[in-house]
Nanobody, 123 residues
Framework: QVQLVESGGGLVQAGGSLRLSCAPS????????MGWFRQAPGKEREFVAA????????YSSDSVKGRFTISRDNAKNTVYLQMNSLKPEDTAVYYC????????????????WGQGTQVTVSS
C-alpha cells in the first residue's frame, strides 16, 4: 500500500503563492500518474491537475489554468503543485493522489491518496 504525504499548505494572502509537495512514505515510488484534488467546506472534491509518468503530459482544470502548475521530479520521488495568483476561492484541503494507468481527472480513478493539506487564502 502506497501512502502519500502532502506538505506545503498554509495561510497566504490573495495574490500570493504556495508550493505543495507530495511524496510517498517509506520506500515506495511515486505512481505513474499523479494528481492534485481539492475540497472546500461544503463542496464536493474537485480535480485540480494531473501529470503523467515522465511529466510530458499535464492537465489542469479551467479554474486553475494559467495560475497553477503541476510537475514531478522522479529523481526526488516527489510531485509538486505550484500555485500562483491565489484567490480566496482556492481555499480548500488539497489532496495528492496517484494511479497506475492513463492520466485521468476523476477522483474515483485514483487508488492512492494522501491525508490532505490545508490551503487558506485570505482576502
Amino acid at each position: 500500500q502506497v501512502q502519500l504525504v502532502e506538505s506545503g499548505g498554509g495561510l497566504v494572502q490573495a495574490g500570493g503563492s504556495l508550493r505543495l509537495s507530495c511524496a510517498p512514505s517509506g520506500r515506495a515510488f511515486i505512481l505513474p500518474v499523479m494528481g492534485w484534488f481539492r475540497q472546500a467546506p461544503g463542496k464536493e472534491r474537485e480535480f485540480v491537475a494531473a501529470v503523467s509518468q515522465i511529466g510530458t503530459s499535464t492537465y489542469s482544470s479551467d479554474s486553475v489554468k494559467g495560475r497553477f502548475t503541476i510537475s514531478r521530479d522522479n529523481a526526488k520521488n516527489t510531485v509538486y503543485l505550484q500555485m500562483n495568483s491565489l484567490k480566496p476561492e482556492d481555499t480548500a484541503v488539497y489532496y495528492c493522489a496517484g494511479r497506475i494507468g492513463p492520466l485521468r481527472t476523476a477522483g474515483s480513478e485514483y487508488n492512492y491518496w494522501g491525508q490532505g493539506t490545508q490551503v487558506t487564502v485570505s482576502s
